[in-house]
């Protein structure tokens, strides 16, 4: 008899992980599942298949277990009343580990979709099932036992984007320095590759990609299947930030058939947030982070479709329903809500391009946190992300530098950070000041700032920036479809004129709803939306009033 799998570190609260459903909440499981048997031995669901299946034991017991290169890991047994599954049973995405019997029994089965019809109707197995499912994540997490492995190095701004892209999709992985884990160069050898090709991913032990894009390895992770384009949607929420978010679960828990299309991973850029803290109902503040993932497993559990590293390209908007480009495919739709937020700035340095991601962030997470440890550091920027940065960078960098172009932080900060950055004694905030030249080699190495009240430049040895300045609409799909202000942002409600709606060809006799476009039925929320308040509670608000707004126009 083959030995028992070496067993895995038990997640964090395993009673809740791995719970029991007593005799009634099996029965309301069972009046919508099939029963079947299963035989010793029986592999139920493999690691890279896509979850489709969930399964309740009844009697008998099935092994879970994460393949890896050493072997097999055992996570736990199910017994009688216990259950398969964590969150890719949600998402459909592949599966990171083996289930198989290890004896004869009966199960429960249930498909996808019998699966979200639980969560959305029964409130008790509801919770009892997200949490689980949350907390098995966790545990993979956690433990690395994910199905991934990136082969990179902290020089290259690929292995940089690419461990962002799995952590911000909550996606276990493990990584190996090319440079510092003395294990490196044998899987190098065992795949054909060299240093050259870093970053790698090595998908399920089998397939090796190079410096792939975020496409390629959502294509790898199960993310990228392929949507129906004949299917006519009742709406379409472009951008998965907390205005993309916010009206998917309320679009969801309503009823309608709702497609999110997010081009990297829920959040958008509060999801790079470290902390935010003035967020209502988290007195002790939440990780950006953690917000989105909370929002998109609520979306998931409302039966939203979430389509990730789907960039829309184009929306054709000459006739309805409308059409949604994206990713050599497309989808249509009644009608859509644009929520794909706004990018910081960046500003006309020379090599600026040539040092991001190796000197040079957008955000300040724990990635970027433990490449700067015991380093300094510069943020650029003066509204609440640039502070809630410093702030946080300030824990593990040995100096903070805060450079903003104005003369302080009052008009553009949040009072309770601006008390924080004066009270914490590495942050040191540089008014009138800006970044004039970069240097470095293969990575960023020093800077030259420049302080415009007294026209002095200084030169100084700090090879990590973090970009945070003013910020640009992504409205690039929507050209030529809707009226946009001076700055490129969209126009919604009232500060449409009159004189644009006739340009424009409104073709109604109502004028726009709250937030409604110059397109009927096409609607704006959070950063991308003119004149909207640059806060998360803000994007969230707008993100549910669209969907009240939105039935109003499937009923016209």
């Known amino acids: 008899m083959a030995p028992d799998p070496a067993p895995l570190a038990p997640p964090p609260r395993p009673a809740e992980a791995f719970p029991t459903l007593d005799a009634a909440q099996l029965e309301r499981v069972r009046s919508v599942g099939t029963e079947r048997a ?9 690691q890279g298949e896509v979850a489709t299946k ?44 083996r289930g198989r019997a290890r004896s004869a029994g009966r199960v429960l089965e249930l498909d996808r979709a019998a699966l979200r019809a639980v969560l959305a109707s029964d409130a008790e197995l ?35 984007r690419i461990k ?15 440079e510092r884990d003395p294990t490196a160069q044998a899987i190098l050898d065992q795949f054909g590759v060299s240093v050259a090709d870093v970053p790698i991913v090595v998908c399920r032990g089998v397939r090796v990609l190079r410096n792939p894009s975020n496409e390629t390895l959502a294509e790898c992770l199960g993310y990228a299947t392929v949507l129906d384009a004949t299917r006519v949607r009742d709406v379409v929420v472009i951008g998965a930030g907390p205005a993309g978010l916010s009206a998917a679960v309320y679009a969801g828990s309503e009823g309608l058939d709702v497609l999110v299309l997010e081009a990297v991973a829920p959040g958008g850029q509060a999801g790079t947030s470290s902390k935010i803290e003035n967020y209502l109902g988290f007195p002790l503040g939440i ?13 998931e559990k409302f039966g939203t479709d979430i389509a990730i590293a789907r960039t829309a390209s184009r929306v054709v908007c000459d006739r309805r329903p409308y059409r949604v480009e994206f990713n050599g495919q497309s989808v249509v739709t009644r009608t859509i809500v644009i929520a794909t937020g706004a990018r910081y700035h960046k500003p006309a340095l020379a090599q600026l391009e040539q040092f991001e991601g190796v000197g040079i962030y957008y955000c300040a997470t724990a990635l970027e946190a433990r490449l700067c440890r015991g380093d300094e550091v510069i943020v650029v920027g003066g509204a609440n992300s640039a502070g ?18 104005a003369s302080g932080l009052s008009s553009t900060m949040s009072r309770y950070l601006i008390r924080r950055i004066a009270e914490t004694p590495n942050i040191e905030l540089h008014v009138e000041t800006e970044i004039v030249e970069l240097h470095g080699d293969a990575a960023l190495e020093r800077i030259t700032w420049l302080d415009k009240r007294t026209g002095e430049r200084a030169s100084h040895a700090i ?11 992504n409205t690039e799909l929507l050209t030529r479809c809707v009226v946009l202000d001076a700055r490129g942002f969209i126009k919604t409600g009232t500060d449409l004129t009159a004189e644009e709606l006739v340009a424009a060809n409104w073709p109604l006799r ?12 096409v609607f704006a929320a959070g950063d991308v939306r003119a004149n909207s308040v640059k806060r998360v509670a803000s994007a969230v608000g707008e993100g549910s009033i669209c969907i009240q707004l939105v039935h109003k126009v499937l009923a016209e």
């Open 126 to 160: 509801s919770e009892l099932l997200m949490r689980a499912f949350i907390l098995r994540r966790t545990a993979l997490i956690t433990q690395d036992a994910g199905d991934l492995v990136v082969l990179g190095s902290r020089h290259s701004s690929g292995t940089l």
């Open 164 to 178: 962002e892209f799995l952590t911000r999709n909550g996606h276990p992985h493990v990584t190996i320095d090319v």
């Open 510 to 521: 109502r004028p726009p709803f709250l937030y409604e476009t110059s397109l009927p039925g």
């Open 54 to 97: 969930f399964f309740v034991v009844i009697e008998g017991s099935i092994e879970i277990v994460h393949p890896d290169a050493a072997g097999e890991h055992l996570i736990t047994v199910h017994e009688p009343g216990s259950f398969t599954g964590e969150f890719d049973v949600l998402t459909g995405t592949r599966t990171m580990v």
């Open 287 to 299: 990780s950006g982070q953690m917000l989105a993932a909370r929002a998109f497993a609520q979306a």
């Open 38 to 46: 299963f035989h010793a031995g029986e592999i139920l669901f493999d």
């Open 463 to 473: 090879g990590h920036v973090f970009m945070m300045t003013g910020a640009s609409p």
């Open 388 to 405: 809630q940065a410093a702030v946080f960078l300030a824990r593990t960098a040995r100096k903070v530098h805060v450079l903003v172009r």
